[in-house]
């Protein structure tokens, strides 16, 4: 505890400005800040690593990787916990650069645990570059390999900057914030972390992914995925298979709740539009277990410029199964423009396989374009009709899941109206006068929101911010059309020809302002 490894006030990305200079012509070595491989119980705290370069030495060979792990743990039950690695203020403090390698590994981790069972919390993990132009190379805030218990909280991770172009997910990320991935995972957390302005850097042809969050564990039930905060994401090339992920729930991942997330992408860390015609996806689900996506908040922004057809999307669930529980999020897609052929959503499934309906409502769905909803392998705009009421009663009247979505409607960002949507440093909690106060569903699992201060009601707020100063639902904000449920009909007994009196009772209910006296 307590150690400074290297400075955090110089630029390290030339060997004049490094503080510590590691060069090496060895394909594959690895420079550690700080290594434990020791059992027993382990603490890892209040250390300092910055102002380090590693570069290929003189005499390198061609195709010559290595690694850099500021803080790596492969045994013990370790707690790593306030550590500051790299610089809050100096660019580019902890740096790969100068390495040939076009094919083999060249990988920066700022805290790398591949121990069974550990606790990474309070870390501040800054301004690390990774110039390691190859098709296997990972810049990763933390990364968790290992099986047990692993819990990831409160953590900040911002300007990482990585030159892989993979075209895979999860551990095989070019670009991500936090990776947990191990089918022998336990009950877990990712939670209160704050990732933003991550940059995938290399100017050539790539499919790259940048990622937020990316969990792949195991079938234990009780993961939790909570009150994260992602946006700012970024990438150079102009390239069709680049991608830009917030929340990856991994092919292989057991059941985990997904809530109280807030995430925007499309605009880069300076706030300013993202116009390159990547693919963009707020909360991307491609497990066949069941999920339980609640109270998040996503907005997808930004106008597109030049390039490919690409699609976008709030939400995107890529499997043909899973019974997931969507319920009381908000799904905003404001990205406009892109070739012709792309499509921003606010929600898209391969199928409707595996959803009920009890289990698909309370959401508000917003699509700059009128694009809400794909239902398709391929996606494809559900419905063009004009009107947004409309728009939705095809999804609620789909064959694969008749009765869905009753509660939930469409709303436009005036209606929404979050208190900053467009800046730097993105706040997505809402406004006082808003569509969410009150449209809700009580889930037993959430009880605050993402703050947690603030206790959900009885009839909470949809997203990820609840407030008891929120007014109630007003003239311009009702986005909810009546529920109307119709009694059974009676047995007709009355001979041909003759007449009967036949009772039936109807009720019809309304979130926000009711339905009017006499209607």
């Excluded at 990305?13 to 510590?20: M, P």
């Excluded at 999860?170 to 990776?179: E, H, M, P, R």
């Excluded at 694009?371 to 392998?377: D, R, T």
């Excluded at 059974?488 to 209910?509: D, M, R």
Aim: with cysteine; hydrophobic share 40%; aromatic share 6%.
């Amino acid at each position: 505890t307590g150690n400074i490894i290297g400075a955090d006030n110089v630029d390290a990305s030339t060997a004049a400005g490094a503080n510590i200079d590691f060069g090496s012509s060895s394909n594959g070595a690895i420079f550690y800040g700080i290594r434990n491989i020791g059992t027993g119980t382990i603490l890892i705290d209040d250390n300092k690593i910055g102002g380090i370069r590693f570069s290929n030495a003189t005499g390198a060979g061609v195709n010559t990787g290595g690694a850099l792990h500021a803080i790596s743990s492969t045994a013990g039950a370790v707690t790593v916990s306030n550590n500051t690695i790299g610089s809050a203020t100096t660019a580019n403090n902890l740096v790969i650069n100068g390495m040939n390698a076009t094919s083999n590994p060249v990988n920066l981790y700022g805290i790398e645990i591949a121990s069974t069972g550990a606790t990474v919390n309070n870390n501040t993990i800054r301004n690390l570059t990774n110039g390691g132009l190859t098709s296997s190379g990972n810049t990763h805030g933390i990364r968790v390999t290992g099986a047990g218990a692993q819990n990831v909280n409160n953590n900040e991770i911002s300007v990482l900057r990585g030159a892989g172009t993979q075209s895979s997910y999860g551990t095989s990320a070019a670009v991500a914030g936090i990776v947990l991935s191990n089918s022998s995972i336990t009950a877990s957390s990712v939670s209160n972390n704050t990732i933003f302005n991550l940059t995938q850097n290399a100017g050539i042809g790539n499919s790259a992914k940048i990622i937020g969050i990316s969990f792949a564990a195991g079938a234990n039930v009780n993961h939790t995925v909570n009150a994260n905060t992602i946006y700012g994401f970024n990438s150079i090339e102009n390239s069709a298979g680049i991608e830009h992920v917030g929340i990856e729930i991994g092919s292989t991942s057991g059941a985990m709740r997904v809530s109280n997330n807030m995430i925007r992408l499309g605009r880069i860390a300076d706030g300013t539009e993202f116009t390159n015609s990547s693919s963009i996806v707020g909360i991307l689900d491609q497990s066949n277990t069941a999920q339980n996506i609640w109270f998040n908040t996503v907005l997808i922004d930004g106008t597109v410029g030049t390039g490919s057809a690409q699609n976008t999307f709030a939400y995107r669930r890529t499997v043909n199964t899973g019974a997931d529980n969507i319920r009381n999020n908000i799904f905003a897609n404001n990205r406009s423009g892109g070739a012709f052929g792309s499509r921003h959503y606010a929600w898209a499934s391969n199928t409707l396989g595996g959803l009920s309906a009890a289990a698909f409502d309370n959401n508000i769905f917003y699509s700059n374009e009128g694009n809400e909803f794909s239902i398709a392998a391929t996606p494809a705009n559900l419905s063009a009709n004009p009107s947004a009421a409309l728009r939705l009663q095809a999804l609620r009247g789909n064959v694969g899941l008749p009765g869905n979505n009753l509660r939930s409607g469409i709303a436009n960002l005036t209606q929404i109206n979050f208190i900053n949507s467009g800046g730097a440093t993105p706040n997505l909690r809402l406004n006082d006068d808003n569509c969410a106060a009150g449209a809700g569903a009580a889930i037993a699992a959430v009880t605050t929101d993402i703050d947690g201060i603030v206790t959900r009601a009885s009839l909470p707020a949809i997203g990820a911010h609840e407030s008891t100063t929120f007014n109630a639902i007003a003239t311009g904000y009702d986005i909810y059309t009546p529920i109307v449920s119709v009694s059974s009909v009676p047995t007709l007994t009355a001979a041909c020809g003759s007449e009967q009196t036949v009772l039936i009772n109807a009720t019809v209910t309304d979130i926000g302002l009711g339905v009017a006296s006499g209607s």
